[in-house]
């Protein structure tokens, strides 16, 4: 079946860069985008932006621009998603789902999300 | 960017009771809307795309409509692994957003 495995937590300081990994498996990883969303806490679901899992094409949110690196290996089938200069509003969980439909905008598989803590 | 608000922010129902939860966006999006469950400390998982379209294996008492700028939710008879934050999304343009979602428990 459909699955998506992501990287485990981590802790970083401000300023920092981070990379976070999801391994997809259970379908052909060229035929779907990933798409990166995160939550913080006690927040609403924050759109971050997509990858195309066959062209490697991106698309990210405005409110990244600049800091949002995604990135994918297809003979692993893994999409990366690279966030740089945190800072502490980045604390959150972030997600990678699959994305099907228009758009890609159907998350229609999530991988098990990972805690991202930013503090000195 | 598209607004997306929701209400209830949370209820409490009985087992068995119908249960609606309303979405609505701040600009017509068609029925480019999906509505998701999420349980305590899980990632979420799709019910409805396309404002009305079933999730393959998602039970039939979850059902959704609307156009335009007004959506709902609804569930015909709440079972217990019901409770779960629902939150609905738009994708008619980008950046994609988000409901703030709607807390749903056991009375």
């Known amino acids: 079946q459909v699955q998506l495995v992501q990287s485990g937590a981590e802790v970083k300081k401000p300023g920092a860069s981070l990379k976070l990994s999801c391994m997809a498996s259970?379908?052909?990883?060229?035929?779907?985008?990933v798409q990166w969303v995160r939550q913080a806490p006690g927040q609403r679901l924050e759109w971050m932006g997509w990858i195309n899992g066959g062209t490697g094409d991106t698309k990210n949110s405005q409110m990244f621009q600049g800091r949002l690196t995604m990135t994918r290996d297809t003979s692993a089938s893994t999409a990366y998603m690279e966030l740089s200069s945190l800072r502490s509003e980045d604390t959150a969980i972030y997600y990678c789902?699959?994305?099907?439909?228009?758009?890609?905008?159907?998350?229609?598989?999530w991988g098990q999300g990972t805690l991202v803590t930013v503090s000195s | 960017d598209i607004q997306m608000t929701q209400s209830p922010s949370s209820l409490s129902a009985s087992v068995g009771d119908r249960v609606t939860i309303t979405c609505q966006a701040s600009q017509d999006i068609s029925n480019y809307l999906n509505w998701y469950q999420q349980k305590p400390g899980k990632a979420p998982n799709l019910l409805i795309y396309d404002a009305s379209d079933l999730e393959t294996g998602v039970p039939y008492r979850f059902s959704g409509r609307g156009s335009g700028t007004d959506f709902t939710l609804t569930i015909s008879s709440l079972q217990p692994e019901d409770i779960a934050t629902y939150f609905c999304?738009?994708?008619?343009?980008?950046?994609?957003?988000f409901g703030p979602g709607t807390k749903v428990d056991i009375k």
């Open positions: 259970g379908y052909p990883f060229t035929s779907y985008a």
């Open positions: 999304q738009q994708y008619d343009s980008l950046p994609f957003t």
């Open positions: 789902a699959r994305g099907r439909g228009v758009s890609s905008a159907l998350f229609d598989s």
